[in-house]
């Protein structure tokens, strides 16, 4: 937790900011952010039932992927900013953002390196400093292997919560301007719209009152499901300024499905388990994958949802999201 009193950064934002003020998922993010979840669990309870099941992944016990693990769970306030590009869409997927941490320039990783862990480098990340391009392919192919052993199969389910979240923000955004769709974000950050400014308090490092513009180089905001509770801003160079925060609805990612027994009888249970678990918007796949049921199957029985006028498709990007109408959400009341 941050101290008391800790210090704020406060975000000027040009107009051209806010024009180019956009939403992106980063899959390498969850990467990351997950093996500090797995390597401090006691300030993420809310994975403990994800966490269970991989805190003796071989990326923390095996010292082939000392490299990876010490570069990705050892510094204790922030990461090296190249290990986590900021992403510019939605669509990005892992391996193009694990190329782009391949391709960094040697004299990138040294000055990330130095700024993190100072004189305290760990003894394996020495290779790293003294041959970034290669350091750089190692850590990379053992990040990947965790990947497919820790979240690839939760990945689908994971991906929808943060779809769904970036369509309810736009939507806020539209409906009800930037004060509102930033106030909801997190409770430590505040858009001041009158002064074109956002303040982001509890920061855990940097000197108090501290300023910076973003001289029209845009923002990205991606949500996270590992990022829970905190926030996390990057603004240096080169990279577009990002904001990492917790993604809504986190707090049924984990969770069993709803008992929907007393709707069953009206609706059938197969589209009373489907309307229970839109609670958050969700996509025909990732309803399956949560219900073990064909998504064929399932995206029948929304069908039948939506002309009763229970559930509405919503497009974001090349996904579709369903979501409760008011009166589907009134059967919850």
Do not use: C
Not at 107 to 116: F, G, K, N, S, Y
Not at 119 to 129: H, N
Not at 237 to 244: G, H
């Amino acid at each position: 937790m941050p101290p008391r009193n800790a210090p704020a950064l406060t975000l000027a934002l040009a107009a051209a900011d806010l024009g180019a003020l956009r939403w992106a998922i980063s899959p390498s993010w969850e990467l990351l952010a997950s093996v500090r979840t797995l390597t401090r669990p006691a300030g993420h309870a809310i994975h403990l039932p994800w966490v269970s099941q991989h805190r003796r992944d071989t990326l923390l016990t095996d010292p082939a992927s000392a490299a990876a693990r010490d570069l990705t769970a050892g510094p204790k306030r922030h990461l090296p900013g190249f290990l986590a590009p900021t992403p510019l869409s939605p669509l990005t997927g892992l391996d193009e953002e694990l190329d782009e941490v391949r391709r960094t320039p040697a004299a990138v990783v040294r000055r990330d390196l130095a700024a993190v862990f100072g004189a305290e480098l760990p003894d394996s990340l020495q290779p790293l400093r003294r041959a970034p391009r290669r350091g750089t392919a190692a850590v990379v192919a053992g990040l990947h292997g965790y990947w497919q052993r820790a979240l690839a199969p939760a990945w689908p389910r994971i991906r929808a919560l943060l779809e769904s979240d970036i369509h309810y923000r736009a939507r806020t955004l539209t409906e009800r301007g930037p004060a509102a769709m930033f106030a909801d974000i997190h409770p430590d950050l505040s858009y001041d719209q009158a002064g074109a400014t956002l303040r982001i308090a509890n920061r855990t490092s940097g000197p108090p009152g501290s300023r910076r513009s973003l001289d029209g180089r845009g923002l990205v905001l991606v949500p996270s499901a590992f990022a829970w509770p905190r926030l996390y801003v990057k603004t240096a160079e080169p990279w577009v300024p990002v904001i990492r925060y917790p993604v809504r609805g986190i707090g049924t990612l984990w969770e069993p499905g709803p008992d929907t027994a007393d709707l069953a009888p009206a609706l059938g249970a197969t589209r009373a388990l489907l309307l229970g678990l839109l609670e958050t918007p969700a996509s025909t796949l990732e309803l399956a994958h949560r219900t073990g049921l064909a998504a064929g199957g399932v995206s029948a029985q929304l069908h039948r949802l939506a002309a009763a006028g229970l559930v509405a498709p919503h497009r974001t990007g090349r996904v579709v999201l369903y979501a409760r109408t008011s009166r589907g959400e009134a059967l919850y009341r």
